[in-house]
């Protein structure tokens, strides 16, 4: 599907394209900025000629945002780098503006509270750590320009040197994690001057580390953030009335009320909701059919938020929650009730019924074909590497071409295993379609990825997947590599996020999740490997061989690959010796025993056929205690071996 159906790829060269386009027009300022900015960030990326141009041009872009004007005239536009209109490459997404609910003015606000506080008079630097603090930073130097200070704007990552030139270096940064980036930063700030952060915060205490160091931090809460304040009722209903679109729009929808206990993600947490999540409320909505009990939920105002309102606006599918009003930072959609779990292994006609949708969703929301060149992703080259050594770029080309397989459209949440569901009529339900997807490799924005995720969520391989995609589009070649390809990519990225994210309310589902998915990403490994050995022969790349002349593929792992909770691609590692035979009713019973005594407030454990998950029940921070203590356990058990990782410690209950 091409043409004015079609929604164009956020890459750097769509939006150089459309800049130089409107060259002398009129133009909405913050999508002005903001594609300015991802220019920018990424001349600084690649070293690339035109930064200073670029920066200045973003800079004077946020003096008009700053300023309050809603339109900008893109006469600026015209002299963009020649190099930047051909630059297919995929924006990187922000995690502060693209997930989890900073908005522009945020940082205005960010720097009127500097100005309120400061103790320094000089002239500043204003850098913006990329990705985020980039996209952040110019907005804070215009308005420290506006208050009459000399201000100059550069960015910065770790392990860049920021000359300061004489000049107080102020760090501007998306919401921390653990602020070492920063604290990194700030150390290396040289001169008397030296450095301080500005950033937002879900919690002061992310900054804490920072301050014990000595560094000064000016910070935003989250209950100051744009996207918090939106959700107080009053503000709510008025925002609705002036922007929102959709069923019903000439009869505008008013806000009733909302839901006790579920007012705003942001100031009080709904049960299981994610720290980090951007700030949702759950309100009955008087519509022109009727009051419904709704869920606005936020996402980006400017060009990270396309996704999302295509999405709402054009899916129409049984599946999904269906949309009830659509506006530049929110979306409102019906509030789903789980009325049950998909079970161990959901029937046959589930799995049908979910293939249907992703496959209904591709049509309904297709993405524009990208132009020739397209870069291969980097998570693609990292598998082509581990499966084949040194010679992996040949490997990485051909993997990619498989992947072209199903024409790219929208993602969908990351497919996330957890989000299907039934309602209560029994029907399968999924939510999450509307979030833009934030993954460090977003280039593969295809349906293979969302089909290959189907594996770990229906519990069945990729065959199964595979045979029922097959079935509604014949005469092509077999999809089983082209989404095993798709799932060690998703995996990986779905393997990095899962830590992150981790939420002690859904330890259950994590841990199924994460061991679904790896055993599924084992079984991907082989295929592909088999595959490219099919294709170059092992004259061509070394395949399957790793230093020591064993496998490079391992189904299991005597030690954590990585962190106690998240899938990895299964190459190398410490493969754990095979238990066998299998336990006798006694000895089954003893371990299940062991496990139970021993687990207590550390892990809960989940069974997943045969084997016992443990899920850890403290957040990531308390993890590397945790991991100490499965040696205890594992001396526990009636016999060595047991106790493996597998996307998840895992005990085996085998029998004999």
Wanted: aromatic share 6%.
């Amino acid at each position: 599907m091409t043409g004015r159906s079609a929604v164009e790829p956020l890459t750097i060269g769509a939006l150089a394209r459309e800049l130089n386009a409107r060259a002398g027009t009129p133009m909405q300022a913050l999508r002005c900025y903001e594609s300015l900015a991802a220019l920018w960030i990424r001349c600084c990326d690649t070293g690339l000629p035109g930064a200073e141009v670029l920066r200045e041009k973003t800079w004077s872009a946020a003096r008009d945002l700053a300023a309050g004007k809603d339109t900008a005239v893109a006469r600026e536009c015209a002299s963009i780098p020649a190099w930047s209109a051909g630059d297919e490459s995929l924006v990187r997404l922000p995690a502060s503006l693209a997930v989890q609910g900073v908005e522009w003015p945020d940082a205005i606000a960010l720097a009127d509270l500097w100005l309120d506080t400061r103790k320094w008079t000089g002239p500043v630097l204003v850098a913006g750590v990329r990705t985020g603090g980039a996209y952040l930073a110019p907005l804070v130097a215009a308005r420290l320009k506006a208050s009459g200070l000399d201000v100059r704007l550069t960015s910065v990552r770790p392990g860049e040197k920021c000359h300061a030139g004489g000049r107080r270096v102020l760090l501007v940064d998306d919401p921390p994690l653990t602020g070492r980036t920063l604290l990194a930063l700030a150390r290396e700030i040289s001169g008397p001057d030296g450095a301080e952060v500005l950033v937002p915060v879900f919690d002061t205490g992310d900054v804490k580390g920072l301050r014990e160091e000595g560094v000064a931090v000016t910070v935003l809460p989250r209950a100051q953030w744009q996207s918090t304040r939106r959700l107080e009722p009053e503000a709510l209903s008025d925002y609705l009335a002036q922007h929102a679109t959709g069923p019903g729009a000439d009869r505008p929808a008013v806000v009733d009320g909302l839901v006790p206990g579920r007012e705003n993600s942001a100031r009080v947490p709904w049960p299981g909701v994610r720290r980090r999540s951007p700030a949702r409320a759950a309100l009955l909505l008087r519509t022109p059919d009727g009051v419904r009990q709704a869920v606005a939920g936020w996402v980006p105002p400017g060009i990270f938020g396309d996704a999302a309102r295509a999405a709402a606006t054009r899916m129409r599918s049984p599946v999904p929650p269906a949309t009830l009003a659509v506006a530049p930072a929110l979306v409102v959609s019906e509030d789903l009730t789980q009325a049950g779990a998909l079970g161990r292994r959901p029937g046959r006609e589930r799995l049908e019924e979910a293939v249907d949708y992703v496959l209904a969703r591709a049509r309904h929301l297709a993405v524009k074909a990208p132009a020739d060149g397209r870069p291969v992703p980097s998570v693609l080259r990292t598998v082509a590497w581990e499966l084949t050594g040194a010679d992996g770029d040949a490997a990485a080309v051909r993997l990619h071409r498989v992947l072209a397989a199903f024409a790219t459209a929208l993602p969908d949440n990351r497919c996330e295993a957890e989000k299907w569901f039934l309602d209560e009529a029994g029907r399968l339900r999924k939510t999450g379609h509307l979030t833009h997807a934030y993954r460090r490799d977003n280039e593969l924005l295809t349906p293979l990825i969302d089909l290959a995720a189907l594996s770990a969520a229906f519990r069945c391989g990729l065959d199964d997947v595979a045979e029922s995609v097959a079935r509604r589009r014949p005469g092509g070649e077999p999809w089983n590599t082209a989404l095993a390809v798709a799932l060690l990519c998703y995996g990986s990225a779905r393997g990095e996020q899962l830590p992150r994210t981790y939420n002690p309310h859904r330890a259950a589902g994590t841990a199924v999740e994460a061991y679904r998915l790896q055993r599924g990403m084992n079984h991907a490994a082989w295929l592909v490997q088999d595959f490219l050995h099919e294709t170059f022969g092992n004259h061509t790349l070394r395949i399957g061989a790793g230093e020591d002349g064993g496998p490079r593929i391992v189904d299991w792992w005597r030690e954590p690959p990585g962190a106690l909770v998240g899938p990895r691609l299964p190459f190398g590692g410490a493969p754990a010796p095979n238990v066998a035979p299998g336990q006798s009713p006694e000895e089954r019973e003893l371990t299940k025993k062991a496990v139970a005594q021993w687990t207590g407030e550390r892990f809960l454990p989940v069974r997943e056929g045969q084997m016992l998950l443990l899920a850890p029940l403290g957040a990531p921070p308390a993890w590397p205690r945790a991991q100490e203590d499965l040696g205890e356990l594992d001396r526990q058990l009636s016999r060595p071996g047991l106790l493996t990782w597998c996307g998840v410690p895992c005990v085996s209950l085998e029998a004999a």
